[in-house]
T-cell receptor, first 116, second 115 residues
Framework: AQTVTQSQPEMSVQEAETVTLSCTYD???????LFWYKQPPSRQMILVIRQEAYKQQNATENRFSVNFQKAAKSFSLKISDSQLGDAAMYFC?????????????FGQGTILTVHP | GAGVSQSPSNKVTEKGKDVELRCDPI?????LYWYRQSLGQGLEFLIY????????KSGLPSDRFSAERTGGSVSTLTIQRTQQEDSAVYLC?????????????FGPGTRLLVL
């Protein structure tokens, strides 16, 4: 079974600064997808960024980028120019590409606080 | 609809009572997932529907939990004889056909508190 670990229960950052959230995972599969989801106090899970394991290039979405290290099974999220609206719980998630459906396995989450 | 909706938004019940949680997926989405978010267990998969069938029920924690989906649309998660450890946020998600490549769209969840 796959596991996802987020070792930082809480992180904080000053507005306009950069912060990196860590995630490691364990799998014996070679093809899979990795995700970062954001959950604000409204509870609505919002997809931030996704990475396909067979792609070596790190995914980027505006101020959000990942550092995907497949051999190390590491998938960190970098948030640049942090904004107050980035404050939320962030979840790292794994999805096998070997299943016929998209069951997600989540990490424990990291609460991000943004200070003005 | 425009997004995944869930009802009720919050539910308080007494230990031993039955509860029903509802999920309305995005129109046309055949894949539907239930997840549970609790303090002790984090965010965990419960069940997957493809149409009205549930090929993967492996995450249901006990036989007190059941779910159904009718008309390939609305899904209901039922918890019988609720226990305090059932207190959690129950999230529903849907995707177009269910393949691993697709984005899952989540609803706002139902917060269940069992007293």
């Amino acid at each position: 079974a796959q596991t996802v670990t987020q070792s930082q229960p809480e992180m904080s950052v000053q507005e306009a600064e950069t912060v990196t959230l860590s995630c490691t995972y364990d799998t014996s599969e070679s093809d899979y997808y990795l995700f970062w989801y954001k959950q604000p106090p409204s509870r609505q899970m919002i997809l931030v960024i996704r990475q396909e394991a067979y792609k070596q290039q790190n995914a980027t979405e505006n101020r959000f980028s990942v550092n995907f290290q497949k051999a190390a099974k590491s998938f960190s999220l970098k948030i640049s120019d942090s904004q107050l609206g980035d404050a939320a719980m962030y979840f790292c998630a794994y999805r096998s590409a070997e299943l016929s459906y998209g069951k997600l396995t989540f990490g424990q989450g990291t609460i991000l606080t943004v200070h003005p | 609809g425009a997004g995944v909706s869930q009802s009720p938004s919050n539910k308080v019940t007494e230990k031993g009572k039955d509860v029903e949680l509802r999920c309305d997926p995005i129109s046309g989405h055949t894949a539907l997932y239930w997840y549970r978010q609790s303090l002790g267990q984090g965010l965990e998969f419960l069940i997957y529907f493809q149409g009205n069938s549930a090929p993967d029920k492996s995450g249901l924690p006990s036989d007190r939990f059941s779910a159904e989906r009718t008309g390939g649309s609305v899904s209901t998660l039922t918890i019988q004889r609720t226990q305090q450890e059932d207190s959690a946020v129950y999230l529903c998600a849907s995707s177009s056909t269910g393949t691993p490549r697709e984005t899952q769209y989540f609803g706002p969840g139902t917060r269940l508190l069992v007293l």
